[in-house]
């Protein structure tokens, strides 16, 4: 038995008292079915400290230390919830996205039709848009690596890669695809 620690009454005292408080403080923070259950986090954590003699019968030390307890179960149960929530969420949201288009065969092939409208549009742009473009897009270099290696200016590689962009955009029109990207913008009064 550690230092401080005078017997069973002392101990049921303590801990009846750091039961009492928590459930005052909880009750102020949390619901009141969360209230009880962080009051007796708290209560089985002063009784753990009580017995290795880390509490004595002075009252006075038990109201913030009890405070501080009840603070840090309510802050950790917060952040459980809300991390609890976001995964929720995700699964929710990534459930009505429905498959993978690996899973499903039919998704497959409107991949494999969607590469081919992909290589169909850049075959017919310029030779210039298309090196632009893909130097930009595939090879992720920046328009200043692809104007000094196609000695153009960075605004003409813009130039480029928004006339591929445009011819994209066309030919998914054309093919009926749905697309954010097919949405025209309303045109501004002259």
Known sequence: MGPGYSGTDM???VVVEAARLARAYA??????DLAEDVAQDVALA?????RRGMINEDCAALRPLVWRMVHARVVDLVRRTRSRLTRD???VRDRDEGQPSWMSPSDMLDGAE?????????AGVSEACRRAYVMVREERLTYAEVAQALSVSSHTVGAYVFTVQREFRRALEAAGLPSDYTRRRPRRAA
Not at 27 to 32: I, L
Not at 114 to 122: E, I, K, P, S, V
Request: hydrophobic residues 40%.
């Open 11 to 13: 101990e049921d005292d």
């Open 114 to 122: 969607l590469g081919g409208l992909y290589q169909r549009t850049l």
């Open 89 to 91: 969420a995700t699964f």
């Open 46 to 50: 002063v009784l753990r400290r009580v």
């Open 27 to 32: 009750g102020n923070m949390v619901a009141p």
